[in-house]
């Protein structure tokens, strides 16, 4: 199966809650991803299907305006995992937060992800905190 990938790349809102909330585990909503990544993101990476056009993968690189990129919300399609998808999403948000002269990508994970970050070249785990605001 080949799958392209694109640095900000156009997508709808709808096919991204969609993937969203399969990788995630709730309901569709009406979400506005399209605009929300558009105020407030670096950039983003899509992932598509070739045969389709299908969005099978999102990653979301949010930013402070300078030296630190934050990455956010990386999913695949269920169809489509263990096959390298989510890797070259991270690896392709690795480059651009990189082109764009970012010196620092931060990523959070929960312990069950470490495996999946720990083969992102260059990541070195470190201790973060977290505080639940709802």
Request: hydrophobic share 40%; glycine share 10%.
């Given at each position: 199966m080949s799958i392209f990938y694109g640095w900000?790349?156009?997508?709808?809102?709808?096919?991204?809650?969609?993937?969203?909330?399969?990788?995630?585990?709730?309901?569709?909503?009406?979400?506005?991803?399209w605009g929300r990544l558009n105020a407030h993101s670096l950039g983003?990476?899509?992932?598509?299907?070739?045969?389709?056009?299908?969005?099978v993968g999102l990653v979301n690189v949010a930013w402070d305006g300078a030296a630190h990129a934050f990455l956010l919300d990386t999913v695949v399609a269920e169809a489509e995992r263990s096959h390298g998808v989510?890797?070259?999403?991270?690896?392709?948000?690795?480059?651009?937060?990189?082109?764009?002269?970012?010196?620092?990508?931060?990523?959070?994970?929960?312990?069950?992800?470490?495996?999946?970050?720990?083969?992102?070249?260059?990541l070195r785990p470190t201790p973060a905190g977290l505080v639940r605001l709802r």
């Open positions: 900000r790349a156009p997508f709808h809102s709808v096919e991204a809650e969609a993937l969203h909330a399969e990788g995630f585990g709730h309901e569709p909503g009406d979400e506005d991803w983003w990476v899509c992932a598509r299907r070739e045969r389709d056009a299908a969005l989510g890797q070259l999403l991270v690896r392709h948000a690795v480059d651009g937060a990189r082109a764009a002269g970012c010196d620092w990508l931060h990523v959070d994970y929960e312990p069950h992800l470490a495996d999946f970050y720990a083969r992102t070249p260059g």
